[in-house]
């Protein structure tokens, strides 16, 4: 492989950091539509549910199986790379479950999908992220039925790498929201 070949960035990773720009663009379109929409007379503030915290806790977990998984693969350390891709994909569902717990309280509380603009705006951009999440879970899973297939094809590490960057991303972009939602409200 020459010296020029090595520099370039493989099509998949690339294609990911573009999906990722055009991720980025969407949820600022959405952060500024909810700057602009707060600022009408008849905005209603509420405390997000604590569990969107809690789930918090869950993700930055996550991104650190992810990462140890990463590392576990590149090692040829199979057994403790399928621990790990497992238990990020369980630590993305338990993210999912909370969310929805968190949308359950908000509706109880009288703050239903339908309700006030400021609660519309919680459950579509918290709601599209924790779509991007299960598009994460998705490709998790499928790199742990890869890695319990009987024979292994491939020893790339290209599929885990964009998947453990794309984790990354939606854990950062969950940060930034959740910061972003509660000095916003």
Known sequence: MSLEQRKKIHPHKYSLWIAMGS?????????????????QANWITFDLPMIFWASTA????????????VRQFRNRHMQAYKQLIT???????????????????????GLPLNGPASASFIYVIVG???????????????LFGRAFRTKVLSYSSVP??????YWHFV????????IFLSIAR
């Open 23 to 39: 991720i980025t663009m969407m949820f600022i379109g959405f952060t500024s539509a909810y700057v602009v929409k707060r600022s």
């Open 87 to 109: 238990l990020t994909a369980l630590l993305g569902i338990a993210f999912a479950v909370c969310q929805w717990i968190g949308f359950s309280q908000m509706a109880h509380n």
């Open 58 to 69: 869950i993700i930055l977990t996550s991104s650190v199986t992810v990462q140890m998984a």
């Open 160 to 165: 885990i790498e964009v998947a453990s960057t």
């Open 171 to 178: 854990d950062i972009l969950w940060i930034y929201l959740l």
């Open 128 to 142: 599209v992220h924790l779509l991007h999440v299960l598009g994460g879970v998705v490709a998790l899973m499928v």
